[in-house]
């Protein structure tokens, strides 16, 4: 590329690209993606179409039953604007999906720097008891978990209890919200740290020991090697672990759904995943299902963004 | 790399002696704090998988001692009569084949599309192509809550509720984004030059793939197609909203239809630790051998900077 001067051999290059370009233009490609287009197109295409105009619809019990849907505008969602359920649930949401994200990147990061501060079979322990949590299937670790937490029997409030001056004998943690949204977040957090510590640890053993061995050298302190040459150099993972985590933790519908059956259905426990499940198989409310979901996409890909750009920039590279 | 040690190694020639001193004096600090990191690390190694263990040693004891208000942390007199328990009725057995039946097909489905849109976006330059890729990426990021209305609206008016195809098609759908993903690296990863090479010597392009490039990507396609397995074999979400008939049960749809019948009676913990188990163990298989990849997969380039 930096020289502008071709040589004979360079030249015969370029012009076999330049003839075998028109060969590339043939349609092979576009065939190869009809496949995936169409079971897209099947499978999320048509159902995002008509999710974004029922959202705008009237779609009730008696559409369940034939009648047409009138068009009401913005009406669901004017709707869902005032409606204090929606805003608890909205700002549980984002509490939640905030609160863990963030609890579940500190422990992960901890995580990934004591595997660097130990001992090969000790690593090798940690890691094979993480992989363990990660591999669990999500419904097979709430049925784990809501034993654990069971109020008479669960190992939680057993060991909780010999603490002296700690009365957790029966204490009943998923019949209150504060409560209930506490196990959740352990749980998402006890599924998703091994994620983030694996990822940060492959980032940390990319920055080469000459060059901390060097700033020790030149004196500088542990707490400065960390905050100007391995936070650098790892922040691009960071960003990016943690931004999968904002989305995983906004969808936690099997969680929260599993821990509503071992506890209470009431509104004050819902989710946005549980809340549009309320409203469209329980209440048979289509549309403002619709206009909720149409909302819950929007804010997914507002805080994948960042992610899917810095994923289409490598590929350009690649 | 050569250009950061060459420096680096010159200045440990001048300044050796301080450069012993120093380790020297930051070895025995060293020590003794390696010693409080690894028993950290050991115990939280223990806590972190005791819910694991805790499920398996349930899962072994009878009914009677879990009842006692004192766990039992060992399991000495276990025994396999909460599995015999658990299969005894055969509801087991029935969602184990739904769940084959919809996730094979899922996975087969999805490896084919899959790859040959992988091959199209990583050996072809096309117009459209950047978009295509963008709405893979996008459409990889939607929340199955954010569609499933939408989904079970759509599969009911086709008459496909409680089948294994309705779902096997919103399957096919949702993982396939990924796998392209996935699999547009390894596609990527081998050289075209190789097909090339092969064409000159006389084979035909297709020939050329299919003897050179195919056996190469094998070991892409097994990672991708256990990742495909694992994202639809734990489905729940889906499922639910499409499986709405008691007889038409995946396996986590089961697991948890199994912990609500229970719990209308005193929930028998053992049997839901041993159906919790029968659940998980073949999954913690089957996620230790495509486990490394699929942290490169979600992070692949942030590390590289």
Do not use: H
């Not at chain 1, 050298?217 to 691009?236: C, E």
């Not at chain 1, 960003?239 to 209470?264: C, E, H, K, N, Y």
Request: glycine share 6%.
């Amino acid at each position: 590329m930096s020289s502008t001067v071709a040589t004979a051999p360079e030249k015969a290059a370029q012009k076999d690209r330049q003839v075998a370009k028109p060969r590339r233009r043939l349609p092979t490609p576009y065939l190869l993606l009809i496949p995936s287009v169409v079971i897209l197109l099947i499978g999320m295409g048509y159902p995002l179409i008509w999710q974004t105009i029922t959202s705008f619809q009237k779609f009730g019990l008696s559409q369940q039953f034939g009648q047409p849907a009138p068009f009401v505008g913005f009406e669901n969602y004017l709707s869902l604007a005032t409606n204090p359920d929606m805003w608890g649930v909205v700002v549980r949401s984002l509490v939640f999906m905030a609160v863990t994200a963030f609890i579940t990147l500190a422990i992960g990061l901890l995580l990934a720097v004591l595997m660097t501060a130990v001992g090969k079979v000790v690593r090798l322990t940690l890691q094979i008891s993480l992989l363990l949590a990660w591999a669990m299937p999500v419904v097979a670790a709430m049925t784990v978990w809501i034993w654990l937490f069971d109020r008479r029997r669960g190992v939680v409030n057993y060991l909780l209890d010999m603490i002296p001056g700690v009365e957790m004998n029966r204490f009943a943690w998923l019949e209150n919200p504060f409560t209930f949204f506490m196990v959740a977040c352990i749980i998402v957090v006890w599924m998703s740290v091994p994620f983030v510590a694996f990822s940060v640890y492959a980032g940390l053993t990319q920055v080469s020991d000459e060059v901390l061995e060097a700033a020790q050298l030149d004196g500088a302190s542990a707490w400065q090697r960390l905050s100007f040459i391995i936070m650098p150099m790892i922040r691009p993972v960071i960003a990016i672990v943690l931004l999968l985590q904002l989305i995983w933790d906004l969808r936690v519908f099997t969680q929260i759904t599993m821990l509503q059956d071992a506890g209470s259905r009431a509104a004050e426990f819902d989710l946005l995943g549980t809340y549009i499940y309320k409203l469209g198989a329980g209440s048979q409310d289509f549309g403002m299902a619709s206009a909720v979901s149409i909302f819950v996409l929007l804010l997914t890909v507002a805080i994948s963004w960042y992610y899917v750009r810095s994923l289409l920039k490598e590929d350009e590279q690649s | 790399m050569t250009t950061a040690t060459t420096p680096n190694q010159t200045q440990l020639l001048t300044t050796g002696q301080t450069g012993r001193a120093a380790r020297a004096r930051t070895r025995r600090p060293l020590r003794v704090s390696r010693v409080i990191y690894s028993a950290l690390a050991i115990v939280i190694a223990l806590g972190w998988v005791f819910p694991v263990y805790w499920m398996i040693n349930s899962s072994l004891l009878p009914n009677r001692t879990l009842q006692s208000f004192i766990p039992t942390f060992f399991p000495v007199n276990g025994s396999l009569n909460n599995y015999a328990n658990t299969l005894a009725d055969g509801t087991f057995f029935s969602a184990l084949g739904i769940s084959l039946s919809v996730t094979l097909i899922a996975v087969f489905f999805c490896l084919l599309f899959a790859f040959l849109a992988a091959v199209a976006i990583s050996r072809f330059r096309f117009k459209g192509r950047k978009s295509f890729v963008l709405a893979v990426l996008i459409v990889q990021m939607l929340p199955a809550e954010g569609l499933f209305i939408a989904q079970y609206k759509m599969v009911a008016s086709v008459g496909l509720l409680n089948s294994v195809i309705g779902l096997s098609v919103i399957y096919t759908a949702a993982v396939v984004p990924f796998t392209i993903w996935m699999l547009r690296g390894f596609v990527a990863g081998i050289p075209a030059d190789l097909e090339e090479a092969a064409m000159v010597d006389g084979l035909s392009r297709t020939q050329a793939f299919l003897r050179i490039t195919f056996p190469l990507l094998a070991p892409g396609l097994v990672a991708s197609g256990v990742f495909a397995f694992l994202q639809a074999w734990n489905e729940f979400t889906v499922a639910l909203v499409l499986l709405p008939a008691e007889a038409m049960q995946t396996l986590p749809l089961w697991l948890r239809g199994f912990i609500q019948a229970s719990a209308t009676r005193e929930t028998d913990w053992g049997q839901v630790m041993a159906a919790s188990t029968l659940v998980a163990v073949p999954v913690i298989i089957f996620f230790l051998i495509v486990q490394g990849r699929m942290t490169s997969g979600l992070v692949s380039g942030a590390v590289k900077g």
